[in-house]
């Protein structure tokens, strides 16, 4: 897919999550861009994981095992890595707001979630990913696409225990 039409496509379900997480449209579109390879990468075609969300032992749901690159020990190696396979996009979606909701160590995140820069930082700093510029790549797919317009106003404080 290419980028207009990958974020044609979902910057609809970004901006009704939105409505409903607080958690901001252009970062959701920014982080799926990304770690998807705007729709090419195995995860995304094998598993509808758009986020590169991890199965982590809380989740009961489909996995799939394909390798991934990670930064251990500051050099960038090969690893299997066991992933959330979701049967639709919106699964994902809806799965990726929760999981932010579900881990503590994103609170601090879920502090600035209706700003878009501010929260990619700070889920760096929460390890969402172990890419030492992870942040900087969301907030470059940000700019270089106007990713902010996506952005709607949040209707006050999402409901943590349902926020999809």
């Known amino acids: 897919m290419t980028p207009p039409s990958f974020i044609e496509v979902v910057a609809p379900a970004a901006a009704a999550s939105q409505k409903i997480t607080g958690i901001a449209a252009a970062f959701v579109i920014a982080q799926g861009a990304l770690e998807s390879g705007w729709d090419k990468s195995g ?4 598993a509808n994981n758009l986020f590169g969300v991890k199965a982590d032992p809380s989740w009961h749901g489909e996995t799939v095992t394909l390798p991934t690159e990670e930064y251990i020990n ?3 190696v090969q690893v299997e890595a066991t992933w959330r396979k979701y049967p639709t996009w919106q699964a994902a979606f809806d799965d990726h707001a929760q999981f932010f909701y579900d881990n503590p160590r994103y609170a601090d995140a879920l502090k600035v979630k209706d700003d878009p820069i501010a929260f990619a930082r700070a889920i760096e700093v929460a390890k969402y990913a172990t890419d030492p510029g ?3 790549k969301i907030i470059a797919l940000i700019d270089e696409f106007q990713l902010t317009q996506y952005d709607v106003p949040s209707p ?5 225990g349902n926020p999809a």
Not at 43 to 46: K, V
Not at 156 to 160: D, I, V, W
Request: glycine fraction near 14%.
């Open 43 to 46: 995860l995304a075609i094998s």
């Open 74 to 76: 500051g050099e960038m």
């Open 134 to 136: 992870y942040a900087d």
């Open 156 to 160: 006050g404080e999402a409901m943590p």
